[in-house]
């Protein structure tokens, strides 16, 4: 797993969407093996330390062709855990990632490995879903659902400065 995955319980499974609601509690931690039980265009099962966890998407369908099935594979999983250079992190900085929290001065991949991709970047709002890896760390400013009440969002806005360093949260 790419970052930390915050999901809630649902019967005999765990409820996630790929771009994390930082309402739900932090339940796996980056790094964590994934084993796919059922991949489709409305559902991802996996199983994640003999639990499984049931993603869903949010904006955006998973794509089901060969090309988007690799894409989607790459973008939220990593080949091994050392891709991820877990170890390298101060051990402040590896508890806060490992607990889902994001602190002022993270590096957008810090920031990343707790929080996961965020749901929409910058002032335009464009859906993370569509875009890739790349694009969305270029982007300054990312936005996530904190959760929903009445399908009504509440969102939580983290800016970077020009260097990469998160620099505010809003709220």
């Known amino acids: 797993l790419r970052y930390t995955l915050r999901a809630e319980p649902s019967g005999y499974h765990q409820l996630a969407y790929r771009s994390n609601y930082l309402g739900f509690k932090t339940?796996?931690?980056a790094g964590t093996r994934v084993e796919f039980l059922l991949y489709s265009n409305i559902r991802v099962d996996l199983n994640m330390n003999g639990i499984t966890c049931?993603?869903?998407p949010r904006d955006l369908r998973f794509p089901t062709d060969p090309?988007?099935?690799?894409?989607?594979?790459?973008k939220y999983f990593a080949a091994t855990k050392e891709e991820l250079n877990l170890e390298s992190l101060e051990p402040s900085i590896r508890n806060q990632v490992d607990s889902g929290?994001?602190?002022?001065?993270?590096?957008?991949?810090?920031v990343f490995l707790?929080?996961?991709?965020?749901?929409?970047?910058?002032?335009?709002?464009a859906v993370a879903d569509e875009l890739t890896r790349?694009?969305?760390?270029?982007?300054?400013?990312w936005v996530y659902r904190?959760?929903?009440?009445?399908w009504i969002p509440t969102w939580y806005v983290y800016?970077?400065?020009k260097d990469g360093q998160l620099v505010q949260r809003i709220p």
């Open 159 to 161: 800016k970077f400065d």
């Open 54 to 56: 049931r993603m869903y």
């Open 27 to 29: 339940a796996f931690r």
């Open 67 to 74: 090309d988007g099935i690799k894409r989607f594979v790459e």
């Open 114 to 125: 707790a929080l996961g991709y965020p749901s929409h970047i910058n002032e335009t709002f």
């Open 146 to 150: 904190f959760n929903e009440i009445l």
């Open 101 to 110: 929290v994001a602190a002022i001065g993270m590096t957008k991949e810090q």
């Open 134 to 141: 790349e694009q969305i760390f270029e982007a300054n400013t």
